[in-house]
Structure formats: C-alpha cells, structure tokens
C-alpha cells in the first residue's frame, strides 16, 4: 500500500486548463456527462416506478369493474385526448431535434427547437386545463359533488380518481419539464451549451421523451377503453 | 496504532471554511455527512424519548399514564420517527455519504449539490412531521392501514404524510448519486470485485431506494387524495379496496427493512475484517448476498399480510420466497464467523458492537423463520413477538451497527480518539439493557398480548415490567456516548491516519481528511481487506 | 390445530438457541484463541472456501424449506373449514364485537360456543380494519370493511378465553376485547334456550326479502326478471361476461350492493342497487334467508 505523507496538502488546479462546465470532483467533461446521463436513467427508473403504483391500481380495478371503468371512460372527451397526444408526440420530435442541433452546436437550432418543445408542452396544458374543466363541470369530479348514472355511480368514482390522480401527476411533470426547458434555453442563449458540453440537453431530453411515453400508456388505458363496444 | 507523533494536518475538510453558511451550503460529502448526523442523532432522541413513554405506560396494566389516544399518538409517532427519520437514513446518510467516496478513490460523490439538496429535503420533510407532532400529534401507526388514516382518523395525517413523502425524496436521491458514484468515479484499478464490502451493501441499499421508494410516495398521495378530497381509491363504499393500499405500502415498506439492515451488514463487514485483521472470508459470496437480499427482498411483501384476506395460494408463495430470503443472511453471518477464524482480534470497543451485532442479528433472524411460516405466523402477528423481531433486527442489528461504525471511523471523521473504557462501558449497558427490554416481548407475543395496545391483561404483567426495566437501561446505554464522543471532539488524543492497523482507502489519508479527500487520486492494484504480509506483519 | 401450531414452534425454538448458541459459541471461542498477542499481528490469509460457502448454504435451505412445508400444511389446515361448521355472523366496529348466532341470538364482546364442535366465524366489518385474535385458539384473522372474511376452530376444552382486536383500529384498539366462552354441550344447549324471542337470521331475512321487495322479481317459479334464489347458494353460476363465480356470502353481498358488478348471464343489467337501505345485520340476515332457500323449505314461497 502506497506510504502517506503525514500531512496531506491540497492539491491545486492551476497547472492544468480545464473546461469552464468541468465540476471539480470530476476527471473530465467524459466522466461528468456519463454520470449526468446514468443519474437520469436511474431518476427515470424511479419514475417509472412512482407512476407504476397508480398503473397497478388501474389495472386491479379496472379488471375488478370492467363495465364501470368503459362507462366512465366514455365520458372523456376523446378528440382533446388524442390532440393531446399529436401535440406530445410532435413534442418529442422537437426535442430531439434539439438534442441533435445541440450536438452539431447549432444554437440557433437549438433554441427554435426547445422553443416549439415548449410551445407544444404548453398547449397540452391548456387543452388539459379544459378538459378537467369540462369534468369539474359535468360533477365528475370524485368526492360529494359527485354525478353519475345510478347503475356505476359507485365504481365510476374510482375510474374517475384514478383518472385525476395519474393525468394530473402527469400534468406536474409535464410543468416541471417545462421549467427544465427554460432552464435550458437559458443556458443554450447564454453560451453554456456548447458542441463540446451539450450534454444537459440530451439528458433534458431523455426526461421529456419520458414524460411523452407515460402519456401514450395513458391515453389507451383511460379514453380508449371498449370504444368500439357500445354499452 | 495511534502513532506517538501524531498531528492535526493543518488542511482538513474541517478546517475548510468556517461560518453557518460554509456549512449550510457545503458541497463536501463529509460535511453533509455530519449535518445528517444532526438531524438523525436528534430524531433519534425524540423517537426515543416516545419509546421511553410508551415502556413507562406500559409498566403497568391499566392505562393509567396517558389516556389512549394520547398513547395511540406515541407508538405512532416512535415508529415514524424511527423508521423515516433514523432507521431509513442513519447509515447511509451519516457513513455511507463520509466514507463511499474515500472508500472508491473519488474526490466527492457524482452529485455534490444534489446530495446538499437531499439533506434539505430531509430537513424539510422533518419539520412537516415535526408540525403534526406538536400541533396534535399522528394516531395511525406509522403504517398509516386505510379507511383508518383515510376516513376515520381526525389526527394530523396530511401533515405527518406530507413529511414522510418529502422525506422519502432524500432517500431517492441519495440512492441514485451512490449508484452513480459507485459505477462512474472509482479510482483507476478499483474494479468491482477489489471493492470494500461496505460498497456493495450500499450499492444494494440504492437499488431498493431507487426502486422501492418512489412505491410508497405514490401510495401517500393516493391517501391524500382519498382523505382530502374524498376520492375514494380505498374506500369500500365505492368499491375501493383498503387491502390494495396493505400491498402497495408494503412493496416498499419490506424492502424498506432491508435499506435499514444492508448498510449495517456493510458496517459489520469492515469491522469484522479490521479487528481480525484479515480479509472477511467468502468475500464474493458476501457481495453476492447483498444484491440477493435486494432482489429477493422485494418479493415477500405479503408476508405481512398473512391474516389480511389474501389467498390461499399467495400466502404460500409469499411465505417459500420468505424462507429464500433468509439464506442469504445466514450465509452473511457463517461468513464473518470464519472470518474470526485465525484471525489476529482486538477486543476494541467497534468490535463489541460487531460481535453484539452477530449475536443479536442471528437470533432477530432466525425469529424471522417463526413468521415466515404461515401456520405460525398467523398466532403471532400483530402481537408482541413482532415487535421483539424487529427490534432484535432494527436495535440489535442495525442500531448497533451505526454505533459500531460511528465508533470506528470517529478518528478519521475528527480527528480524535474516544475514550475506550466508556465506550466498552456503555457497549455492555445497551447490550444487556437491549436483551432486557426485548426478550421477554417475545415470550408476551406467545402468550398473546397483542401490539399497539395502552392497557393490556394483567397477567401480561410481569414481562412487562422485565422490558420496561430494560428499557430505562438501554436508554442510559445511548445517552453515555453522546457525551464522550462530544468530549472527544475538543480533549481526545490525536488519532493519526490509522488507529486501528487496518486497511482501506480511507486509513491511507489523513484524519480528519483534506476537502478532496486525498492529495493524489489513488491507483489500486490490491484486493480488498489485503493485509500486507512483511516479515515482521507488521502494519504501516 | 392449536397443538400443531405449538410444535412447530417449539420445534423452531429448538432451532434458534442451537443455531444461536453454536454461533455465539464459535464467536466467543475465536474471539479468546485468536486474541491478538502482539500490536502488529495480522490474521491468516485466507479467501474463502467453496466447498464451505455451497454447504452452509444448502443445509439452511433444506431446513428452511422443511420449515415451510410444515408451516404450510398447518395454515393450509387452518384456512380450510371442516363441511360442517357451527357458522357465527361477526361484525366489529370501532370499538365493539357483534355476534349472531344464526337462531337469532346476539351478543355483544361475548361469544358462547360449544366444546366439540368445529365453530366459523363469518367476519366483516362496519368501518375500520379490525381482526379477531383467539391466542388461546391459536387463530386470528382481519376482519375488513366491504367483504366478508373467516376463520374456524374447534374448542376441545370448557372455559373462558380471550378475545382480542388484533389490528389497530384507533382510539380504543386496546379496549376492543372480549371473551370466547367454550361450554359443555348441555350448557350450550339452555344458554341458546334462554336466547331472544327475535327469531333466526333466516326468518328475520325472510322478512326483510319481503319488505325490500326483493321478492318482486326473484320469484321461484323463473318467472320474475331476476334469477332464482332457490338452491342457488353453494352452486357456481355463468355471468354475462362469461366468468364463472361461486355463489358464497361474498357473491350474495356484493349483489345486493353493487348488483352491476356481476351480473348473471341471461338476465338484464336492471337491479337496483342497496347500498345504504340495507346495514350490515341486514345484510347477514338476508345471507342467511338465501342459503335457507332449499327445494323443499317451506319458507319458499
């Protein structure tokens, strides 16, 4: 085993130029975004298990009421939810083109990409705001101001909670991807984003394309539910 | 050895910085290390002044004490505090954020901010829970069981549920900067297999925190959703299902039990290879163990739900998984007994902590055997032999642990050198004050005195009053080190880089160590617990 | 069964101070033979044993899997109920016992049984998760808001056992407790004799089958809109969505309050649903009524 001094003594950094984006803690730019990117995998493996729990209960109650849950998912406007997700869908695309522009160190690109990424983020929010509006409306929000046809008026609820609670994680995810994209705008306007350090934007992305795919598991699972059935 | 010449390098991660705001916005892994050890040693002292009341109360077999909801409030509150705020957090926060990065070479973790976030999370989350205690306390158990905490329960559940949600965020990103730690910033020639063991038992640990936690964040906002606006995910009068919220919290809450026992078998691990001054023996088995008790921990679940109406057929399967997952344990345990063998073992005050935790953690786990088998189990929970096992496991394991840790490393962590008679003193006083106070509730379980019960009996007595009476020890037991180590940190002999004569990254820097833990980045090429072999033996 | 289940636990008492004792053992004589003499000394280099790791291994899983077996069988014995049961109506609410006894006897914290005879507890519960714990039985079981669940056992001695609430239920858990009072059949017999004049679950469900007006349209001539009641308890019947179901206290429960969830195949979706015109006594009276429904009980009307 190597001997030790018996008094260490810092070590500076001044004898070698390195990168203004380097963390001090790390060897390289190399070893700094591989670890960005596998912390965000890991975080989205977190995710998948976080929205996993609501999965489960969807997928135990609807087996358990299958008439209530198509009754009730009949009641969602299906032309908002399938615009919804054309907007998100094409979200991601964006996204990814600013990921490609970032690598290429297009900035121009890159900030009329996040730019779209975000218009389109946004109109999903608001074509989700009036679809809960619709439903607060039509007093399908669960709870004592609660209506629904007699028959299903008990299980319905449950259809309706589950609804709530899964898009309306998704909506707060969708919020905080949006301010992570501003985020990056910022940083891709002022120059922090370059050729040589464009990770932050793979990695930006890499949660938007995630929050892009809990979507399209939602969308079949609460509006398409035995569409073609008529009950 | 302490060495005679021993010096306080003039640089060290202590010395770097003075003032509230050098600590409050640190990035330096070791310095959050100790702001975490603030807050777990005082949630420690609050759950255990709750502990201290609830074996006052049940001293006696009226409740005479407290009345009952006020009782319901403290078992609630103890086992909140404990799980969340100690258990969950004390090792791998406290040890785990101080030594992974020394312990692999690295400057820091891959995550310094993220780890500072964490611990504001943590703190945050606290004064949540901190604000349902005092503002009228949690009677739910800290398993919060629906429709009781979703509609029945008029005690500050959002809040305390709130605070555990935060809470549970610092275990996540904790997990996730280790994972990434762990697989990206060794030093060069630190391939996995020369890894301390105490790496992979926290590398295990961040798996089930990354996986298992984001599971019961979920199930608390659906509790919330339920009691706030009454949407009705577990209320039967919709048909919702209070069974469903028994399988989501467990999914997380059983794996949760092995966050709290992995890092300790880490602990134990390098403990036991340093006082035998030997390699721990079957050390590829030992890392494989760890990751086998992650994955099968996650499968057994329903072995706390043996009486709650599942099938037949899922008791069965939850139970033979059950039985799986002890193996690993044991071979944990046969392992560090060989280690003993031959080994040249030094009675020092971390080794009384390693050895307690052999004992006790055998006879926890084997207890565990009694409830993995169904016929069995179904007598014996939700009765005092449950809280003895895992009180065997949780105090007598784990907690014994953290102390054995904090003991071993208080000189690379200070600097300093505790006093050793107190400290062998006070390791006897818990060990036989932790007997006292948890044995006989194994013999009150058979006997059929269940838990979570203000009055009880009275021939429930007499082993009562035993437990009690051990419990007043054990108290003592905690509160003699918090004095002497805080002696230590201004009148204890200098320790030098390595008191002990053992091996390990972290007693080849100074103690404390420099912010950037070492002057050169370490280049590996032994294996871990290797003891040079020099004529003499001897140990640099 | 109660003996059974002690076996297995002393037995694994057995096991822990063996296992306990052979480890505190070695650790203690290690600890003293290979105390290290001089301040330099170092351990033996040993890595490990394969041979050693595959043994250790092995041995604890034969020994855990025969504990599983053993286990198994008991909790398989336990969850099945003999054909003939004494059946008891239990209902728990915050923070009492409610038992029926089906010739219409109600007690209150107290249940009388017979020595002798295998006794089923048919459990639910009114608010909260409660569970009802006999030690001295060795049984116990959640007893859960919406459904029905059961346990049995069979007293083989005259006395006096606990009884208690066994899941936390709030406020006073710890004083939800009651008594088992097992008596010699004679006793039993004047015990019930001496029982209200309330008369059986069954004919109070008769009563409430009428008042409901349950009987407009479950007829037993197959004429009314809804299926036959007469000896369907106990059958397994095909519903509209072409699962097969047993028709048990659950089934019957679950119809009466959410008739839209199982509906039989052949009949229309038009039952109205209960919920909240019938309470859980109702419930278990109106169980009963349907289970008395046999081809030639002259209550069929």
């Given at each position: 085993m190597p001997e030790i001094p018996a008094v260490a003594h810092e070590r500076g950094h001044h004898h070698h130029h390195h990168p203004a984006a380097l963390a001090h803690h790390f060897e390289d730019l190399g070893q700094q975004s591989e670890a960005a990117t596998l912390g965000m995998w890991v975080f989205l493996v977190t995710e998948v298990l976080f929205f996993g729990g609501l999965f489960t209960a969807y997928s135990i109650y609807r087996a358990w009421y299958p008439d209530a849950f198509a009754v009730a998912s009949h009641e969602l406007d299906i032309t908002l939810g399938a615009t919804n997700t054309a907007v998100l869908i094409t979200s991601s695309l964006t996204m990814a083109l600013a990921v490609h522009a970032a690598q290429l160190g297009e900035r121009g690109k890159v900030l009329i990409f996040l730019a779209l990424t975000m218009v389109l983020g946004a109109a999903f929010l608001g074509i989700k705001s009036v679809e809960y509006y619709e439903k607060f409306v039509e007093h399908h929000v669960p709870g004592p101001n609660f209506q629904f046809d007699e028959k299903y008026f008990k299980n319905a609820q449950i259809f309706f909670s589950l609804y709530f609670v899964m898009t309306g994680l998704h909506a707060l995810h969708m919020i905080i991807g949006l301010g992570i994209m501003t985020w990056m705008f910022i940083w891709s306007w002022n120059g922090t984003i370059t050729r040589e350090y464009s990770n932050p934007i793979e990695v930006s992305g890499l949660y938007w394309h995630f929050v892009d795919i809990v979507w399209i598991f939602l969308f079949p699972l609460l509006y398409l539910i035995g569409r073609h059935v008529h009950v | 050895m302490p060495s005679r010449t021993a010096l306080l390098p003039p640089h060290h991660y202590l010395n770097d910085g003075y003032g509230i705001t050098s600590w409050l916005l640190t990035?330096?892994?070791?310095?959050?290390?100790?702001?975490?050890?603030?807050?777990?040693?005082?949630?420690?002292?609050?759950?255990?002044?709750?502990?201290?009341?609830?074996?006052?109360?049940?001293?006696?077999?009226?409740?005479?004490?407290?009345?009952?909801?006020?009782?319901?409030?403290?078992?609630?509150?103890?086992?909140?505090m404990m799980v969340f705020f100690f258990l969950i957090p004390a090792i791998p926060s406290v040890l785990g954020n101080f030594l992974i990065p020394i312990?692999?070479?690295?400057?820091?973790?891959?995550?310094?901010?993220?780890?500072?976030?964490?611990?504001?999370?943590?703190?945050?989350?606290?004064?949540?829970?901190?604000?349902?205690?005092?503002?009228?306390?949690?009677d739910t158990g800290w398993t919060f069981y629906t429709p009781f905490s979703t509609i029945a329960s008029t005690s500050n559940v959002i809040p305390a549920a709130l605070g555990i949600f935060i809470t549970g965020f610092s275990s996540i990103l904790t997990g996730l900067n280790f994972i990434v730690t762990i697989h990206r910033m060794r030093a060069p020639g630190l391939t996995w297999f020369r890894l301390p063991l105490f790496i992979w038992s926290h590398y295990a640990t961040s798996l089930i925190m990354v996986l298992g936690t984001p599971v019961i964040a979920i199930t608390i906002i659906m509790v919330a959703a339920d009691r706030l606006f009454h949407f009705g995910i577990f209320d039967p009068a919709v048909g919702g299902d209070p069974v469903l919220f028994q399988h989501l919290f467990w999914f997380y809450s059983h794996p949760a039990v092995y966050i709290m026992i992995l890092p300790a078998m880490g602990v134990i691990s390098e403990l036991v290879a340093a006082f035998c001054r030997k390699q721990v023996f079957g050390y590829t088995f030992v890392a494989f163990a760890s990751l086998g008790i992650a994955v099968l921990g996650f499968l057994v679940w329903g072995h706390h739900m043996f009486v709650a109406g599942q099938s037949v057929y899922a008791a069965l399967?939850?139970?033979?998984?059950?039985?799986?997952?002890?193996?690993?344990s044991a071979v944990k345990v046969f392992n560090w007994t060989a280690t003993m063998y031959k080994g040249s073992i030094a009675w020092e005050t971390p080794m009384l902590y390693a050895i307690g935790f052999i004992g006790l953690f055998t006879i926890g786990g084997l207890t565990g055997l009694f409830l993995a088998a169904v016929g069995l189990d179904v007598h014996v929970t939700d009765t005092y032999f449950i809280v003895a096992h895992f009180h065997y496991i949780m105090v007598g394991g784990t907690i014994m642990a953290y102390l054995g840790g904090l003991h071993y490393w208080w000189p690379k962590i200070s600097g300093r050198l505790y006093n050793e008679r107190m400290a062998k003193v006070s390791a006897v006083i818990i060990f036989i004050g932790f007997n006292l106070t948890f044995f006989p509730q194994f013999l009150l379980g058979y006997l059929g005195m269940p838990r979570r019960y203000h009055a009880y009996p009275p021939e429930f007595q007499v082993l009562n009053v035993l437990s009690s009476a051990g419990a007043s020890i054990l108290g003592v037991g905690y509160l003699i080190p918090m004095v002497y180590l805080m002696w230590s940190l201004r009148y204890g002999k200098l320790a030098g880089s390595n008191p002990w004569g053992a091996v390990g990254l972290e007693w080849n820097t100074t103690s404390p160590p420099p912010t950037a833990n070492f002057a050169e980045t370490p280049i590996v090429t032994w294996a871990a617990y290797e003891y040079p072999t020099t004529v003499e033996g001897h140990v640099a | 069964m109660a003996a059974r289940?002690?076996?297995?636990?002393?037995?694994?008492?057995?096991?822990?101070?063996?296992?306990?004792?052979?480890?505190?053992?070695?650790?203690?004589?290690?600890?003293?033979?290979?105390?290290?003499?001089?301040?330099?000394?170092i351990g033996a280099v040993i890595h490990g044993g394969l041979m050693l790791e595959v043994t250790w291994s092995?041995?604890?899983?034969?020994?855990?899997?025969?504990?599983?077996f053993w286990g198994a069988s008991v909790f398989v014995a336990m969850s099945r109920p003999p054909d003939q049961t004494l059946n008891v109506y239990v209902v728990g609410k915050q923070w009492m016992w409610k038992f029926q006894h089906l010739d219409g006897q109600r007690e209150i914290n107290e249940l009388h049984v017979p020595v002798g005879r295998a006794v089923k507890l048919i459990m639910t519960s009114e608010d909260v998760i409660h569970d009802v714990y006999v030690p001295a039985f060795r049984v116990k079981a959640d007893v859960i808001p919406g459904r029905y669940t059961h346990l049995w056992f069979e007293p083989t001695k005259p006395g006096t056992y606990h009884l208690f609430c066994a899941e936390?239920?709030?406020?006073?858990?710890?004083?939800?407790?009651?008594?088992?009072?097992?008596?010699?059949?004679?006793?039993?017999?004047?015990?019930?004799?001496?029982?209200?004049?309330?008369?059986?679950?069954?004919?109070?469900?008769?009563?409430l089958f009428a008042d409901l007006a349950c009987n407009t349209c479950h007829r037993p001539d197959a004429q009314g809109r809804g299926p036959v009641l007469q000896n369907l308890f106990g059958k397994t019947v095909e519903l509209a969505s072409g699962e097969r179901v047993v028709v048990?206290?659950?089934?019957?429960?679950?119809?009466?309050?959410?008739?839209?969830?199982?509906?039989?195949?052949?009949?229309?979706?038009?039952?109205?649903?209960?919920?909240?015109?019938?309470?859980?006594?109702?419930?278990?009276?109106?169980?009963?009524?349907?289970k008395s429904l046999k081809q030639d009980n002259p209550n069929a009307q």
């Open positions: - | 990035r330096d892994h070791k310095r959050i290390a100790l702001l975490y050890l603030a807050g777990v040693t005082f949630f420690f002292f609050v759950g255990g002044a709750f502990a201290v009341l609830i074996r006052l109360e049940l001293a006696t077999p009226a409740g005479d004490l407290v009345n009952d909801e006020t009782y319901n409030k403290l078992f609630t509150m103890h086992g909140v312990m692999i070479g690295a400057k820091d973790l891959a995550f310094p901010k993220l780890n500072l976030a964490s611990w504001y999370i943590y703190v945050i989350g606290s004064l949540f829970t901190l604000y349902a205690i005092v503002s009228g306390g949690l399967v939850f139970s033979i998984l059950s039985f799986l997952v002890a193996i690993p | 289940v002690d076996s297995l636990y002393f037995f694994l008492i057995g096991l822990t101070v063996f296992f306990s004792l052979l480890i505190a053992g070695l650790i203690v004589t290690y600890a003293v033979r290979f105390r290290r003499r001089t301040p330099d000394s092995v041995i604890p899983f034969l020994i855990t899997m025969g504990i599983f936390y239920c709030g406020t006073r858990h710890s004083g939800m407790i009651g008594q088992i009072v097992v008596m010699e059949p004679n006793d039993y017999q004047s015990w019930l004799s001496g029982g209200t004049e309330e008369g059986s679950l069954a004919s109070a469900g008769q009563k048990d206290e659950a089934y019957i429960r679950e119809s009466i309050l959410n008739p839209m969830a199982k509906v039989t195949l052949g009949f229309q979706p038009i039952m109205p649903t209960f919920q909240g015109l019938v309470n859980e006594e109702g419930l278990l009276e109106l169980i009963e009524y349907v």
